[in-house]
């Protein structure tokens, strides 16, 4: 158990535009998700924490107006970077926490975006 | 703010060897440390979690320590083989929350 999913797991999308990335607990209850962001030869760094029906919190220079995320159920969270530009080709990866077991996180596969 | 330091940043091994990955952090107040795999292009995969309370953890041929008081934890991995080649993060969180990463450990090894 405890299966976190992404998608799309690629996207390839023209500078401007809109991309929308989800994450999924596929057979839990996640009451607090985490968005990381991952530029290449680089470690992973938390770009905002969300809960289940709340505004999400976002790290110190992260865009909140850029980067939206919707936490809108107990098994769903969304990333969408608005208005995407080339700098913000990354990997995106989430991870979730399991209602009843806070002390673990479980992450998903990643969604790797480029921006052209 | 915590900060993960991982040595080195890369080796590379001749198959059999055993090896010793290193990873320090500077906030002892840790609640979990993970140690993850990633292969090039790819997503994490969870190797090992040692808790706060434990000193170790074994998974195969893999063995973790964690030295809280020193910030330390080493991953073990023995007898390595070419498909343990990968970059190898560790990662610290406080009470489940988020974690900090290090910059990771690129293996190679020679088959």
């Known amino acids: 158990g405890a299966v976190v999913s992404q998608h799309p797991s690629w996207v390839i999308c023209k500078s401007g535009t809109s991309v929308k990335i989800e994450c999924r607990s596929l057979?839990?209850?996640?009451?607090?998700m985490f968005w990381y962001r991952q530029f290449p030869k680089q470690s992973l760094m938390l770009m905002a924490t969300?809960?289940?029906?709340?505004?999400?919190?976002?790290e110190q220079g992260v865009e909140k107006d850029k980067f939206l995320i919707n936490h809108a159920s107990l098994t769903l969270s969304t990333l969408t970077v608005t208005s995407a530009h080339p700098e913000d080709s990354s990997f995106y990866i989430c991870?979730?926490?399991?209602?009843?077991?806070?002390?673990?996180?479980?992450f998903g596969p990643g969604t790797r975006l480029l921006v052209l | 703010k915590q900060e993960v330091t991982q040595i080195p940043a890369a080796l590379s091994v001749p198959e059999g060897e055993n090896l010793v990955l290193n990873c320090s952090f500077t906030d002892s107040a840790i609640y979990n440390l993970q140690w993850f795999r990633q292969d090039p292009g790819k997503g994490l995969t969870s190797l090992l979690l040692i808790q706060s309370s434990q000193r170790e953890q074994t998974s195969g041929r893999l063995n973790a320590s964690l030295d809280k008081s020193s910030g330390r934890s080493t991953l073990y991995i023995a007898a390595s083989q070419p498909g343990d080649s990968a970059t190898y993060l560790c990662a610290v969180d406080k009470a489940g929350n988020q974690f900090y990463f290090g910059t990771g450990t690129s293996l190679t090894v020679i088959p």
């Open positions: 057979d839990f209850q996640a009451t607090t």
């Open positions: 969300s809960n289940e029906g709340s505004k999400a919190t976002y």
């Open positions: 991870s979730a926490k399991k209602r009843g077991a806070p002390e673990t996180q479980y």
